[in-house]
């Protein structure tokens, strides 16, 4: 059997039974109560961290997971755009036609604009 004392201000000591289906965590969005698993529980041991350690709710997990794959590609992408258009840029300085080398810079400058307003959404 495991238990759990707490000991208070006033001096009095209560040690309680505790069983493996009891432990939970409140999520730190919503307050929502996660009950923790065996697998959760044995995390919370080897990282040695109780009061550091949070668990969210399935809903906000899936949330925040959704977030961060999305922060993740806008930024992949807009780097990968940015890094391309100064490659493009360079292109398009070496077209002889001048009418033809504005409406492409024009082009890529609208392009720009909208992936920038599309990511920012």
């Known amino acids: 059997m495991i238990y759990i004392k707490k000991k208070y201000d006033n001096g009095i000591e209560v040690n309680s039974e505790v069983y493996e289906d009891e432990f ?11 009950n923790l698993d065996r697998e959760m529980l044995i995390h919370v041991l080897q990282e040695g961290d109780m009061t550091g350690t949070s668990f969210y709710c399935e809903e906000c997990s899936r949330k925040k997971l ?6 993740d590609v806008e930024s992949n992408f807009s780097n990968s755009f940015r890094e391309n258009s100064k490659a493009i840029c360079k292109l398009i300085e ?13 082009a ?3 392009l720009s604009d909208l992936i920038g307003d599309e990511l920012h959404k």
């Open 108 to 110: 890529l400058d609208t």
């Open 24 to 34: 939970y965590s409140a999520c730190p969005i919503c307050g929502k109560e996660v």
């Open 94 to 106: 070496q077209v002889k036609n001048k009418e033809l080398q504005d409406s492409l810079f024009i």
């Open 66 to 71: 959704n977030e961060n794959i999305n922060g």
